[in-house]
T-cell receptor, first 117, second 107 residues
């Protein structure tokens, strides 16, 4: 399978704990995106990487959230001191960023569903 | 970011065409119009995109108004597998999703 993969698929944690999610993009894609989606809403943009550089962060991304993409390949999203309001689906997507008719097409992973008790 | 307006929900009968509208009256000259859909329990997937001209691909057609203030995603023959939330997004790069249109396909 050469699509975007995310681990774990489900995470249940207690309020106040730290959690970390991993995203493996399509191998030749240099752009990687994180989104958060709550029930009945569309995905909300959180942050974006081009290779290892984090180029944009949403105001939604509080200080408790941090994302890394250390070698320009996989990425991690960490949430510190989780709150019940952090319960959501966390989606990762990647795109090639190369010129062409589908230059901005994003390929999404299946998501990690976080439940904070 | 330019905003889009879509109906919350639409229904269609199987094997009939579906026209999903999107209004984007504040679109800028450089915004591309993208459509994605999200099947139940999956991440969104690309459907089609365009700038000014109508576009066709194996999944759908995109009809763009001459003034670009609205567009319509056309599914030529809806199947049960097309039941999903359809998102219309204006972007030159980063994507901001709205709530989309939930399409129900009846057998």
């Amino acid at each position: 399978d050469t699509g975007v993969s995310q681990n774990p698929r489900h995470k249940i944690t207690k309020r106040g704990q730290n959690v970390t999610f991993r995203c493996d993009p399509i191998s030749e894609h240099n752009r990687l995106y994180w989104y958060r989606q709550t029930l009945g809403q569309g995905p909300e943009f959180l942050t974006y990487f081009q290779n290892e550089a984090q180029l944009e962060k949403s105001r939604l991304l509080s200080d408790r959230f941090s994302a890394e993409r250390p070698k320009g390949s996989f990425s991690t999203l960490e949430i510190q001191r989780t709150e019940q309001g952090d319960s959501a689906m966390y989606l990762c997507a990647s795109s090639s960023g190369l010129a062409g008719p589908r230059w901005n097409e994003q390929f999404f992973g299946p998501g990690t569903r976080l439940t904070v008790l | 970011d330019a905003k889009t307006t879509q109906p919350n929900s639409m229904e269609s009968n199987e094997e009939e065409p579906v026209h999903l509208p999107c209004n984007h009256s504040t679109i800028s000259g450089t915004d591309y119009i993208h459509w994605y859909r999200q099947l139940p329990s999956q991440g969104p997937e690309y459907v089609i995109h365009g700038l000014t001209s109508n576009v066709n691909n194996r999944m759908a057609s995109l009809a763009i108004a001459e003034d670009r203030k609205s567009s319509t995603l056309i599914l030529h023959r809806a199947t049960l597998r097309d039941a999903a939330v359809y998102y219309c997004i204006l972007t030159l790069g980063l994507m901001r999703f709205g709530a989309g249109t939930r399409l129900t396909v009846k057998p």
